[in-house]
């Protein structure tokens, strides 16, 4: 079953955050995903609003995962920790 990996950031600092992501996006694709939404094109209509949404296909929960808990991706998690607040969901697709 289809899942969905939903991110929603608050960047401290945008460029160090462009080289993180830079590094990322080859591990969410070696796993199957793919973007569904353009970055910076949210608008909220409840509460705050994060810098940046996305959301990311993966074929089914185990892949999503399985980019998350990559030992080639695990050493960036610090990286985006260091400049954003981030929200990480996973969602089953129906």
Do not use: C
């Not at 590094?23 to 910076?40: A, M, Q, V």
């Not at 993966?58 to 050493?75: I, L, Q």
Request: aromatic share 10%.
């Amino acid at each position: 079953m289809t899942a969905y990996y939903i991110g929603q950031h608050v960047i401290s600092d945008r460029a160090a955050f462009d080289v993180y992501l830079a590094k990322t996006i080859p591990f969410i694709e070696k796993h199957g995903g793919r973007y569904l939404t353009k970055s910076g094109s949210h608008e909220m209509l409840e509460g705050d609003k994060p810098t940046r949404v996305v959301i990311v296909e993966f074929p089914n929960k185990d892949a999503a995962k399985a980019w998350y808990n990559d030992p080639g991706y695990k050493p960036l998690i610090p990286d985006r920790h260091a400049v954003t607040k981030s929200t990480m969901t996973l969602i089953d697709g129906v």
